[in-house]
């Protein structure tokens, strides 16, 4: 894949064999910005897990202190929380009607929301859309706090890109953003702090060796830069 120039004139300052402190990167990923558009800050993590036992997946809900700039729509099926979810001003918000306007088309996830919250009381009735949500990743769990009663505290959160959930990929990689190049360098590195304590925490108990086996830290159009663990 051929890249531009402005590409080519960044990746040049990159040192080879380098490897970055997370304040070095934050600093040369505002310094090198190449899009006009305000670029995402990525950070992927080569996982040591073996993807083949199931006892070593890694799936972790993070509070992300300054948020990722990325907006969610979230939508909530409830019967008793619709007021907490109309204060936390809510995308979509409903009980079992929401339920069947899922189960017949009306409304798609992953287009009409991108997170789905429920209430434990509507949980045996989202079975009707188990599997439509399930293909999407979008069932609400208690494991990534999706099935909740305080509501309002996790709409606002989800709103404002300060809750997210993530988990490692078929190839025991794990991905996420944790701002936007517009942030200032304290706002990413705060971030990514708490993003990687928490993964740090998030070791599952029968892994065997060292969970990170390495970091990079990118801008959306950026080359990545290898982080010191």
């Given amino acids: 894949m051929s ?4 590409y080519n004139n960044v990746l040049a300052k990159v040192e080879v064999g380098k490897e970055y402190t997370p304040e070095e990167a934050i600093a040369f990923i505002k310094e090198n910005k190449l899009a006009k558009f305000d670029e995402a800050v990525e950070v992927h ?11 070593e997946m890694v799936r972790v809900t993070v509070i992300l202190p ?3 700039g990325r907006a969610k729509k979230v939508a909530v099926i409830t019967s008793t929380k619709e ?3 109309e204060e936390a001003k809510a995308d979509l918000i409903g009980g079992e009607e929401l339920i069947a306007d899922i189960k017949n088309g009306k409304v798609v996830p992953g287009q009409a929301f991108d997170v789905l919250l ?6 045996p009735k989202l079975a009707l859309v188990a599997k439509i949500l399930g ?3 979008m069932m609400p769990s208690p494991k990534t706090e999706t099935v909740t009663v305080k509501i309002k505290e996790t709409v606002e959160m989800l709103k404002k890109g300060k809750r997210v959930s993530f988990k490692n990929d078929d ?5 996420q953003v944790i701002g936007k190049l517009s942030f200032t360098a304290e706002a990413l590195l705060e971030n990514y702090k708490t993003f990687r304590e928490t993964l740090d925490r998030a070791k599952p108990e029968n892994m065997k060796g060292k969970l990170i086996k390495s970091i990079s830290v990118c801008s959306t159009m950026g080359p ?3 982080i010191k663990i």
């Fill in 224 to 226: 990545s830069l290898s």
């Fill in 83 to 85: 007021k907490e979810a």
């Fill in 3 to 6: 890249r531009g120039k402005n």
């Fill in 118 to 123: 429920a209430t434990p009381e509507m949980m």
């Fill in 171 to 175: 190839t025991g990689n794990v991905h």
């Fill in 45 to 55: 993590i080569r996982l040591g897990i073996n993807t083949k036992k199931s006892d």
């Fill in 66 to 68: 300054q948020g990722t």
């Fill in 135 to 137: 293909q999407k990743g």
